[in-house]
């Protein structure tokens, strides 16, 4: 009787280890899943509307799957309907233009005739930025600024997931060929941060460690540091300001704490938004002084 006992659990065991766990392990996540949307169905965050983003399968492409090498391989308007089904409705997903070139090989701004090479735009030509190079995931219009202030202002912090995903999906492709040591999310002022309860800089580049032993196409060994660059002073909001107010109100406003931290070190810088750059701008000053041997810059968004 105890030798017939035994047979079950072993059969269960080998079940467990075999291809039917994870079969198993679907079918609970499915039905845990429907559970969860029946009492409270997927909403999107752009509209408010109601909707089904399973409806075109999307669901299987969450998660790890996502960062697959097929995703890679895909156009980027596929790849953000994907990335930001669950949380955005397919009507909101066209708003999320993408940013192309040709634009200016410095600042990243894409120029609004689609002809022609990539060339200095008036801003850089003939000055020296303390970046080498900035780009951004998307134009900072419609879905983009939506996405923005939905996660920025309104504290809807599940955005910042398929965000980072197509950041870091950005990043693997613009900086394949030259990746960076470290990664450093732009920081905000400690009264900015108790008032906001977050940075929004930082919720986007968390998971990269992750995505990048998902995807297994990390272009090389990075480390991302909050504790290496600070703010110093407390500015107002900058929205609104010319470019040279802007330069003058943050000039000198960003600290670097361990020096020895960034000498010689290529670092990406990681914000939100690009504007005029000053932000960028006084953060990679700071850092080249400090000894960084290269700078550049990743936003989600880049205005035209």
């Not at 701004?109 to 303390?130: E, K, N, T, W």
């Not at 951004?136 to 599940?158: D, N, P, S």
Request: with cysteine.
């Amino acid at each position: 009787m105890r030798e017939t006992l035994r047979v079950p659990g072993r059969r269960w065991a080998s079940f467990m280890e075999g291809n039917g766990a994870s079969s198993f392990r679907r079918e609970i996540r499915r039905w845990t899943q429907a559970f969860i949307d029946a009492l409270f169905p997927p909403r999107c965050l752009g509209c408010g509307v109601f909707y089904d983003f399973r409806a075109k399968g999307d669901a299987e492409d969450s998660g790890p799957l996502i960062m697959k090498e097929a995703f890679f391989q895909m156009a980027f308007e596929e790849v953000v309907r994907r990335v930001l089904s669950p949380q955005v409705c397919p009507s909101c997903v066209q708003g999320f233009a993408p940013l192309a070139p040709p634009w200016c090989p410095v600042c990243g701004v894409m120029f609004a005739g689609r002809q022609g090479h990539d060339h200095l735009c008036p801003a850089c030509d003939g000055i020296s930025r303390a970046f080498g190079k900035a780009r951004a995931v998307g134009a900072y219009a419609q879905g983009w600024m939506t996405a923005v202030h939905r996660l920025k202002y309104e504290g809807k912090i599940q955005l910042a997931r398929p965000l980072g995903r197509l950041l870091f999906m950005t990043y693997c492709r613009l900086w394949k060929e030259a990746p960076m040591d470290l990664v450093l999310p732009v920081p905000l002022h400690r009264r900015r941060m108790q008032e906001r309860g977050f940075n929004q800089a930082y919720l986007l580049v968390r998971k990269w460690p992750r995505y990048a032993a998902q995807s297994g196409k990390a272009p090389g060994a990075f480390r991302i540091a909050r504790d290496i660059l600070f703010r110093t002073r407390w500015e107002h909001a900058q929205t609104g300001l010319s470019r040279s107010r802007r330069r003058a109100s943050i000039r000198g406003a960003f600290r670097v704490k361990r020096p020895d931290a960034v000498a010689g070190k290529k670092i990406l810088l990681v914000d939100d938004v690009h504007t005029t750059g000053a932000t960028v701008e006084a953060c990679a000053e700071a850092l080249t002084q400090a000894g960084a041997l290269q700078v550049d810059v990743l936003t989600l968004a880049r205005t035209l």
